[in-house]
């Protein structure tokens, strides 16, 4: 019997990613994949209107408010998109028995650890994306029993736009960079994390709840962009600098403790051998 998956956000890089891996998916999972003018999840008459004529056994939601500096201008338009649309979103979910699959953030601690954050470890975002992130964790779990939360990090993907797109394409135009050190965390590959949600969805699993998704391993965003400049023989073009100023505040530490979801899956992803291979995609 198929299992029908409906993806929200699917022009972001983590959907575009999903398009692509639906191609080599088992027959039996069939993929209904829609932008935000296929469906406004912030509209909660056409989210109740679509899924009244359609029958999905889960929802993966890639739909998101991503840009953490302008959050901070505008964090009605975060709130809207990060917290309101994913209330609405689970409760159209709890009564279509759909499971939902939706994706997290470290931003929702502060970085004041110095060790591997685990999914009991207190939250505590410092930036309006982070907040809004966590408000619409907190809503989930209030209205469903079936869901995941997958929190993860620093997220790269040949498509779309992000921080080893940018980087690989100024190197390419052979542009000298200062990337800050002050960050600490874990790139993860889009192509990774939705592997591991296709492994939830193809075993069925029913250990439902809150999962740390990364890469193994942590660096800081300037050791990000060496291993882009390694793969690409540029290294002389990357210098490191202490900060930059911005609006939000952005945790020093947030790498996370991926053991939960190593063990379910029995595997791990090294994010220097995964930038590599995004890298090796683009060029």
């Not at 939601?61 to 964090?75: D, K, M, Q, R």
């Not at 542009?175 to 969805?201: R, Y």
């Not at 069925?204 to 193994?216: M, N, V």
Request: include cysteine; glycine fraction near 4%; charge should be negative.
């Amino acid at each position: 019997m198929a299992t029908k998956i409906l993806v929200t956000g699917a022009t972001g890089q983590l959907g575009q990613t999903f398009q692509e891996k639906s191609k080599a998916t088992p027959d039996h999972l069939e993929f209904v994949f829609v932008s935000r003018a296929d469906l406004d999840i912030t509209n909660s008459e056409a989210i109740n209107a679509f899924f009244s004529t359609h029958d999905f056994d889960y929802c993966i939601n890639c739909a998101a408010y991503t840009n953490v500096e302008l959050a901070e201008s505008e964090p009605d338009q975060a709130y809207k998109i990060n917290a309101e649309a994913v209330k609405s979103l689970a409760e159209v979910c709890e009564i279509h028995n759909t499971i939902l699959v939706h994706i997290s953030t470290d931003y929702v601690f502060d970085g004041s650890k110095t060790s591997p954050y685990n999914e009991t470890d207190q939250t505590n975002p410092l930036n309006a994306y982070g907040a809004s992130k966590l408000k619409g964790e907190q809503y989930i779990a209030e209205l469903l029993s079936n869901y995941f939360i997958i929190r993860t990090s620093w997220l790269y993907s040949p498509y779309g736009k992000n921080f080893a797109k940018t980087i690989a394409s100024k190197l390419q135009n052979n542009e000298p960079l200062k990337i800050v050190t002050s960050e600490t965390g874990t790139p993860t590959s889009c192509a990774d994390l939705a592997e591991f949600i296709l492994f939830l969805i193809t075993n069925k699993t029913e250990d439902f709840g809150l999962y740390h998704f990364s890469a193994s391993g942590e660096t800081t965003w300037y050791g990000f962009a060496q291993q882009i400049a390694k793969k690409l023989n540029k290294t002389e073009l990357v210098s490191p600098v202490d900060s930059f100023p911005v609006k939000a505040k952005r945790p020093r530490y947030s790498v996370m403790d991926n053991q939960k979801a190593n063990n379910l899956m029995q595997k791990s992803f090294d994010w220097r051998n995964s930038v590599d291979a995004v890298i090796d995609q683009l060029y």
